[in-house]
Each structure stands twice: as C-alpha cells, then as structure tokens.
C-alpha cells in the first residue's frame, strides 16, 4: 500500500478533502494508496478530529517543546516515517521546514499556497493580491524545494476578485478551490505511477 501523510496545523480543511477524494475515488483499489495519518503541530488542530472520525492514525508533534527547528524536525520526521510514506502532504503545515528535511522527502513532497504563485509566496496572501489590485487570485499545488514557496507547479486554480472582496470573502472563495485542485493534483500523480 502506498501511504499518504498529511501534516496540518489547523482547520485541516485541504485534508478533509483528500480524505473524502480518497475514499469517494477509491484511491485503494485504483491506485493501492491510502491515507495513513495526520500529522499536527499543534495539539488544537480542528482537523485532528475529523481524521479520528475517519479512522486516520493521529499524532501531534507540538513544535514548542523544541529549542530548535532540527530537534523539531527530527521528532516529525520519525513520526513521518513510521508510515513510510510515498507522499508527504503538507496542508495548511504552517512551519517553515529546514533544506535538510526537504531533502529528506526530495521528490515525494507536495504543498498547498494560497496565491497563483511565483506571486505572493509567504504570509497574507489575500491582503496582498487585494492590495495589488489584483483581478484574479487562486491557489497553487505544488512540490517543494528548499526556497518558500517555489518548487515545480502541479495545479493551480483562478477565482475572479470582486469589488466587494475582503481579505476573508477572498479566501473563503480560493479555499474552495483548493479543495478541488489538491486531491486532484495527488490523484494525478498517484495515476501516473507516483
Ligand atoms: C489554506 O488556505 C492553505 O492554502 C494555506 O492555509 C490554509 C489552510 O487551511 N496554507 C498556507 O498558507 C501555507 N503557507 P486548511 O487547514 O483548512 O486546509
């Protein structure tokens, strides 16, 4: 089987919806692929409990009890690899990582960034693109590397800016989206032989 993990650190809403692609889409019989666990960095996660609900192994891997990001990354990446996982997923995961643990999962490592990148890479994307007067905004799936927020683009999707667009009517708009664009991304390459 191969094994998806997920590493969220909030509402894990991009998660819920791989989960229920993966199990509407029938990614075991189709593809051999499940996903494994949800991974959060903080203990109040509300996606923590939706993964329960479905079954998923749970683990939290609380960031403040580290003094640095690599005794940090080490504890997550053994939590990680416990599943071996053919994907590592990061979902609304809002750590920075190290180049080390990037190049840990070189290739098998997939992002979600809500802008239509190489804009607006980093924080308050939203504020940004309705400051900039953008016309269009979006979401952008993507591998990682070791720079923020760049990496090979796998999907992205385009919402339209209203007038009457505020930094949460902006977002809610573009998370819709991503909730279509990040199972299909992974679908894609779980077709293509991952
Ligand atoms: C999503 O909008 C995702 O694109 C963004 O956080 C939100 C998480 O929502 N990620 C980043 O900003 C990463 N830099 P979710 O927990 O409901 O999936």
């Known amino acids: 089987m191969k094994n998806i993990v997920i590493l969220i650190s909030g509402g894990g809403s991009n998660m819920a919806a791989?989960?229920?692609a993966a199990q509407a889409r029938d990614w075991r019989g189709r593809y051999g692929a499940q996903v494994a666990a949800v991974i959060s960095n903080r203990a109040d996660a509300g996606g923590l409990?939706?993964?329960g609900e479905r079954r998923i192994a749970t683990e939290?891997?609380?960031?403040k009890r580290f003094d640095s990001r690599e005794s940090f990354e080490a504890e997550l990446a053994a939590a990680i690899d416990r599943h071996?996982?053919?994907?590592?997923?990061?979902a609304g995961f809002m750590r920075i990582l190290t180049p080390g643990f990037v190049a840990r999962y070189a290739g098998r490592l997939l992002n979600i960034h809500p802008s239509l990148?190489?804009?607006f890479p980093g924080l308050h994307t939203h504020r940004r693109a309705l400051e900039a007067g953008c016309r269009f905004a979006g979401a952008t799936v993507h591998q990682v590397t070791a720079e923020l927020d760049h990496g090979p683009i796998l999907e992205q999707a385009v919402v339209p800016v209203l007038s009457q667009d505020t930094e949460e009517t902006l977002a809610a708009r573009v998370l819709t989206q991503e909730h279509v664009i990040y199972p299909r991304a992974i679908e894609g390459l779980l077709r293509s032989g991952l």
């Open 18 to 20: 791989i989960v229920r």
């Open 49 to 51: 409990v939706f993964a």
């Open 60 to 63: 939290v891997v609380d960031h």
């Open 84 to 90: 071996q996982p053919a994907l590592l997923v990061l």
């Open 117 to 119: 990148l190489p804009a």
